[in-house]
């Protein structure tokens, strides 16, 4: 017989790996999501077990991170890159190889949390053919992306109306901000339980090095005002607000400096929003102080959100923005879009400034604002750092999201046998 261990849970994430290099092939938040979320609960006892599709037959088919915590990348479709929204059909495959896996082991998850729509269709999938409870997090929600896209790929139809099944099935969603929550009530369902429990980052790497020392590391003069972006090429991402935005800027361009921090593939999506960028950027005659890093690795992004003046998140939409509070760790001041998670993580005159989506004038006054006044930059950088160690560290998130689990799986087990419960 398959016995069910009760400690034993799955982080499903088919198109996020959380083992890969951050910044590269679409990654972005929602691997860091699982991967810092996965080796918190392992830390807290717990034996998670973070599913993945292969996307190169040359990756390692388990990778073990840390004791009780390890990627599974399970052979669903071609072993190369696939855009998300091209993934769908691949997923009858994934359940079936999950199944495979299971049956292999010798035992079932009893639980398991699935991360963005194609994840939850897996887990809505397997709770036909086992007993399994799904926790849920969108990381993203269509009825809020396809308000801002002008081009509204095929797939939309599918992922609006998987993401409603998943709200009114899912034995928990977990919204990573109120403003999350929000939005799946008034846009995707009335119906479904909802608990907020938000992200949070690594407060130790972030924060561990001085300004001095990060601008020395990094060539940066002292008396050089930088404007850093950090993430994905995305257009959602409003790089070019920022762009425009750093144009308009009252300062004298010489003294300042603009970085925009991310991997792209070159003829891919990423790549094309990188060549759209890169030709703003020469258009409004911003090369001399604009560089274009590359993806920059967990070790070296400290230095950089430390050697920054201020951060800027210009998104269109963020459900929460892992970027802003990395920043505000390292005690950098954000500017960011007046929208989604960051209206709850980045608290205005005191952790940073929000200024309206896709409005550059507005974004130039408000990242000039922090720039001419040295003094009101340093106490902004140090109510974000207070903020964040208060609110927002993954130990924090995963002791809830155990809670959480713990509450499902003894509700569970009360419902298999009520008598000796
Ligand atoms: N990131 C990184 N290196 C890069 C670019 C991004 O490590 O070159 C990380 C960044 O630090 C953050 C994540 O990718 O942890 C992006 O998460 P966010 O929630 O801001 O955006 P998403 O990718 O989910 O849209």
């Keep these: 017989m398959i016995s069910l261990t009760k400690k034993r849970i799955a982080l499903i994430s088919v198109h996020g790996d959380p083992a890969v290099e951050i910044g590269k092939e679409e990654a972005g938040g929602q691997n860091v999501y699982v991967r810092q979320v996965g080796e918190a609960l392992a830390k807290q006892g717990w034996q998670v ?52 896996f299971q049956l292999e082991s010798g035992f079932q998850y009893p639980l398991v949390h699935t991360n963005y729509w194609l994840s939850s269709w897996v887990g809505m999938e397997l709770k036909k053919s086992q007993p399994l409870r799904q926790v849920h997090t969108y990381h993203s929600l269509a009825a809020v992306k396809y308000k801002s896209v002008l081009t509204i790929p095929m797939i939309a139809k599918t992922r609006l109306r998987v993401e409603k099944t998943l709200l009114e099935t899912a034995d928990r969603v977990v919204a990573t901000s109120p403003q999350e929550k929000e939005h799946m009530r008034s846009l995707v369902s009335s119906k479904g339980k909802i608990d907020i429990i938000p992200c949070g980052t690594e407060i130790e790497r972030f924060g561990s090095i001085a300004r001095s020392t990060a601008r020395r590391q990094l060539g940066i003069a002292s008396e050089t005002k930088v404007v850093l972006y950090v993430g994905r090429f995305d257009p959602r991402k409003g790089i070019e607000t920022l762009v425009r935005a750093v144009s308009l800027s009252a300062l004298r ?169």
């Design 253 to 421: 361009k010489a003294d300042l400096k603009l970085i925009i921090g991310g991997g792209w593939r070159p003829g891919e999506s990423d790549g094309k929003e990188r060549d759209r960028i890169g030709n703003i950027v020469q258009e409004l005659g911003l090369s001399d102080i604009t560089s274009f890093p590359g993806s920059l690795s967990r070790d070296i992004l400290p230095a950089y959100y430390a050697a920054a003046d201020v951060c800027v998140i210009p998104s269109h939409y963020e459900p929460f923005g892992l970027v802003a509070i990395e920043a505000m760790a390292c005690r950098t001041p954000v500017v960011a879009s007046d929208v989604g998670g960051l209206k709850y993580t980045v608290v205005p005159q005191e952790t940073g400034l929000l200024a309206p989506p896709k409005n550059e004038a507005l974004f130039a006054g408000a990242i000039d604002r922090l720039l001419v006044d040295s003094v009101w930059r340093q106490q902004l950088g140090q109510a974000g750092r207070s903020r964040v160690e208060t609110y927002f560290s993954w130990d924090g998130a995963a002791s809830q999201l155990g809670q959480l689990y713990t509450q499902l799986l003894k509700k569970a087990a009360n419902e298999l046998d009520p008598v000796s419960a």
């Design 49 to 100: 077990d973070m599913f993945t599709r292969s996307s190169d037959p040359e990756q390692a088919r388990i990778v073990q991170h840390i004791r009780n915590c390890r990627t599974i990348r399970l052979v669903a479709g071609p072993q190369v890159f696939i855009p998300r929204d091209e993934l769908y059909g691949y997923l009858p495959i994934f359940v079936q190889e999950f199944q495979k």
